[in-house]
């Protein structure tokens, strides 16, 4: 038995129409096609060679580099702090007459 061509245009639509919730059994009835083949185009739709599997891979890649970002920026922002109270504490102990005459 010979392989069937179908059409991007046709895999695109049977694959719509289920995720508007259409039932399997009406599509593949529309189209002509066994379960198996549906579930063979959902699965090449979901899988790493998808167009839609590549924008989320982007967000991916975008969200950790972004997460290395953020954890750089704490750990700075957690020095810059320790390295302040430590010049706010060394202020008060050298100077301590000053605090007295001020009142």
Request: net charge positive; aromatic share 4%; with cysteine.
């Amino acid at each position: 038995m010979g392989r069937k061509g179908h059409d991007q245009q046709l895999i695109a639509e049977a694959l719509e129409k289920f995720d508007q919730g259409m039932p399997l059994e009406e599509i593949c009835s529309r189209y002509g096609i066994a379960r198996r083949t549906f579930y063979r185009w959902k699965l090449r739709r979901n899988g790493n060679g998808s167009a839609e599997a590549r924008p989320l891979r982007q967000i991916e890649d975008e969200n950790q580099r972004l997460k290395a970002i953020v954890a750089e920026l704490l750990l700075e922002n957690r020095a810059l702090r320790q390295e302040l109270a430590g010049r706010q504490k060394s202020a008060r102990s050298e100077r301590p007459e000053e605090r007295l005459s001020h009142n």
